[in-house]
């Protein structure tokens, strides 16, 4: 397979930010409104480059699945991986997982996972660990949803877990997730929804280490943070932060990025 540039990669996940603030909202179900939300500029040249400085705010979160603010998902999306991502010419490509299938009434989109994914402390990425970051973004039954609202979710699915509408049916176009087996995870939908890769692609769908989210650890404002990317934060300064390759991360990178605060 043809290696990415992971800053041209990012640039696809993050112009693709635009499309899901604005103009590529999910068909609406009954009775769901959809948020109105403001569009935010983005470029090439609004993308960090390796040796550039790059100005962010500080006070980013680095929990994606909680928050819509571009700076932390910017800076999520070095530091996490989900299933796929986006190249530079918004062509979806593998990322933990390797391959897919989709069924052929496009009701289910089946996963293979890289056996060498493991966060950056060296521990594998499972298919468990990949089940249970979908239940904590989608089902409020799961002990690590906790009281957030998970607002990227419900921008793109509609709804979470059993949410119906006046009808009884189900207003998320997802209807869950299952582990087939080590290497395999199937995601079910309600209907076919054509963007779902793309959805998927967003930092907000990452992987976060479960063990380190039920510990508070992605509160934390230095180097301890486990990552599933490409980079780690290997300096939190008053000055601003410096993210470094993962050594244990399945593509490697080589540069540093440096942000700095506004």
Wanted: charged share 20%.
């Amino acid at each position: 397979m043809k290696k990415i540039t992971h800053v041209k990669k990012l640039l696809g996940s993050t112009l693709i930010l635009i499309v899901f603030l604005t103009g590529c909202q999910p068909r609406e179900a009954e009775e769901t409104p959809q948020p109105q939300m403001e569009e935010t500029p983005m470029g090439e040249a609004a993308i960090p480059q390796p040796g550039v400085p790059f100005a962010i705010h500080r006070d980013i979160v680095l929990d994606p699945a909680v928050t819509e603010d571009a700076d932390s998902l910017l800076v999520s999306g070095f530091l996490y991986e989900g299933l796929v991502q986006l190249d530079e010419s918004d062509t979806i490509q593998p990322a933990l997982a390797e391959s897919w299938v989709i069924s052929d009434d496009q009701l289910d989109y089946i996963f293979e996972i890289r056996p060498n994914a493991r966060f950056s402390d060296g521990t594998p990425i499972t298919t468990d660990i990949i089940v249970q970051n979908f239940n904590r973004w989608f089902d409020p039954q799961s002990p690590l949803h906790g009281e957030g609202n998970f607002p990227n979710w419900r921008n793109l699915f509609l709804a979470f877990n059993g949410e119906r509408d006046s009808g009884k049916k189900a207003i998320s176009q997802v209807d869950g997730i299952q582990k087939v087996d080590v290497n395999t995870v199937i995601i079910h939908l309600n209907r076919p929804e054509p963007n779902l890769l793309k959805y998927l692609a967003q930092p907000a769908f990452s992987i976060l280490n479960l063990d380190a989210l039920a510990a508070g650890g992605y509160d934390a404002r230095d180097s301890s943070i486990l990552t599933s990317g490409p980079y780690v934060i290997s300096a939190w300064t008053d000055e601003g932060l410096t993210l470094s390759p993962n050594p244990s991360y399945w593509n490697p990178v080589e540069d540093d990025l440096t942000f700095t605060w506004k």
